[in-house]
């Protein structure tokens, strides 16, 4: 059985921290799954660490699509979230159903997530009405990083920390059954957590949070074009990888690879026959 956006909000009832992690493909979301992580994210940043584009701005519906697919193919225990990508949502309420439906009927996900506060929440409110459970996002939301001047911590000045408060309340008025907090003082972010009846998943928003989402390839080292400050490598698997692949291209090189041990047998009899047929 999947887990539900319900058992979500009941593990903050229970006081029971919420890990959630970024896949983006069929055996990253099986292996994550299997650990039991309750809650996984097809992030738009599938877009730099999947896809090589420098932002998560260029990331289309198709490719998220895509990958979405292939992580419920992976995972079976998981609750997945579709990350609705830029301006897929922003323009009319009828863009934002249009393409919060594809994630759930083509993607096969069981939620949406969206960035932003007050702007959002009427969208917000008719996708949850119309039945798709909705994750907020405030704090930095890198769709936005143009106009905020690129990726930086928010909410540290007092007009802004009170938008921020007011943006989580008008969230979970709107129905959202959980919001993500990125890169938003500690402080403000367990105001933010104890404020609020539904759970807040930080990503370096402080340890108060009820969960704490990562990119997968962060905390596993395979992402090295830049390691934000609120990761932790918990593995370094690009340098594994790179030694493992300069050893399978030495022993090609020199003939060590393949042996008999990777290799097929047929009957004598035949290639015989073979050699003097030719």
Known sequence: ??????????????????????????????????????????????????????????VTMEEMIHHTKAVVRGAKKSLIVGDMPFMTYHVTISDALYNAARFIQEGGAQAVKLEGGEVVAEKVKRLVDCGIPVMGHIGLTPQSKHQLGGFKVRGKALEEAKKFLNDARILEEAGAFAIVLECTPAPLSRLITEMLAIPTIGIGAGPDCDGQVQVISDILGLYTDFVPKHAKQYARLAEEIKVAVSTYTAEVKSHSFPTGKNSYTMDEDVIKQLQTES
């Not at 059985?1 to 983006?24: F, S």
């Not at 493909?25 to 599938?46: F, Q, W």
């Open 1 to 58: 059985m999947r887990v539900t956006i319900n058992e979500i909000k009941e593990m903050k009832q229970r006081k029971e921290k919420i890990p959630m992690l970024t896949a983006y493909d069929y055996v990253t979301a099986k292996m994550v799954d299997e650990a039991d992580v309750p809650l996984i994210l097809v992030g738009d940043s599938l877009g730099m660490v999947m896809l090589g584009y420098e932002s998560t701005i260029p």
